[in-house]
């Protein structure tokens, strides 16, 4: 059974640095472009940050240079270091699986874990 667990949440001031780490079992993780993307009360998920299996990494335009996505397919992790966060960043954050090649179910997501930046 296909699994991913996400951690590293947590409750942190303006300014402050967290990392997300989301591990995966039971895939083969090198066929999946994973993701991060993170969802407040009322609004939409959002996607915050992608990387496929080659390591080309995308973002949503309010983390560029504060966010870095990376991954590690020998450990079947993916990792978010998240730097100068912001009250805005507060959000349940998903680890997210695509498959690249076809195949059913098209995607996985985790639990969520928590960020609330406030001072």
């Known amino acids: 059974q296909v699994r991913l667990v996400e951690s590293g949440g947590g409750s942190v001031q303006p300014g402050e640095s967290l990392r997300l780490s989301c591990a995966g079992s039971?895939?083969?993780?090198?066929?999946?472009?994973m993701a991060w993307f993170r969802q407040t009360p009322g609004k939409q998920r959002e996607e915050v940050a992608t990387i496929d299996n080659d390591g080309k990494a995308n973002y949503t335009d309010s983390v560029k240079g504060r966010f870095t996505i990376s991954r590690d397919d020998t450990r079947q992790t993916v990792s978010l270091q998240m730097n100068g966060l912001q009250p805005e960043d507060t959000g349940t954050y998903y680890c997210?699986?695509?498959?690249?090649?076809?195949?059913?179910?098209?995607?996985?997501w985790g639990q969520g874990t928590q960020v609330t930046v406030s001072s």
């Open positions: 997210y699986a695509r498959r690249l090649y076809g195949g059913s179910p098209p995607y996985y």
């Open positions: 039971d895939l083969t993780f090198g066929t999946y472009t």
